[in-house]
């Protein structure tokens, strides 16, 4: 298994950011497998989101990503919850919904379409996850949360001074914009759902 981090300029981000990537391409003789399995079958890509303080140093399936012959990228989305905030450089949806996926397709020439490309998470990630495939249906074929912080209606109910020692009002409404708005906004997955 090749273990990459790559570096590269988002201009959803505004800066030069990194993701770590896991590529299947050894050959294991211990697990039975022949030279034939990565030119045969089409290595499918998971997208993998961490969680509230989290990094893309957090968890990796590493021996499933290479046994089952997927590639996986974990992108760092700080403590974004993965929405797009409303301050410039915090695109973080359409960062891991088009840009990312852009990129692993055009240099590394993986999830070439929808059936090849899957989204996961947790706890913040998991929300991450949901919000992202919502949101680009057409991009993600599967999708899967553990243990996801599905805590919209919590935030919709909140208001200037709430909130507690590690997450404010105003963190709140930089992730999911005015509380009073979010649930009738893009930032909802079960808004995204039924549109």
């Known amino acids: 298994m090749s273990n990459l981090a790559i570096r590269f300029y988002s201009n959803c981000l505004r800066r030069y950011t990194t993701f770590k990537m896991y590529l299947p391409c050894d050959i294991r003789q211990d697990w039975g497998q022949t030279d034939t399995k ?4 089409s290595t499918k890509t998971l997208f993998l989101l961490h969680g509230f303080t989290g990094d893309a140093e957090n968890w990796v399936p590493e021996y499933l990503s290479d046994r089952y012959n997927f590639a996986v990228v974990i992108p ?8 797009d905030g409303r301050s410039t450089g915090h695109q973080f949806c359409k960062f891991v919904g088009e840009e990312l996926v852009d990129y692993v397709r055009r240099v590394f020439r993986l999830a070439k379409d929808g059936s090849e490309t899957y989204i996961m998470g947790l706890s913040m990630g998991g929300f991450g996850a949901l919000h992202t495939a919502f949101a680009y249906p057409e991009t993600f074929g599967k999708v899967a949360a553990l243990s996801s912080a599905l805590i919209v209606h919590e935030v919709a109910g909140m208001s200037e001074g709430q909130g507690n020692a590690t997450a404010n009002y105003e963190y709140y409404r930089e992730c999911f914009g005015e509380t009073s ?14 549109k």
């Open 38 to 41: 990565y030119s045969e079958n």
């Open 76 to 83: 760092s989305g700080e403590n974004s919850f993965w929405l």
């Open 181 to 194: 708005e979010v649930l009738n906004s893009r930032n909802n997955p079960e808004f995204l759902i039924d």
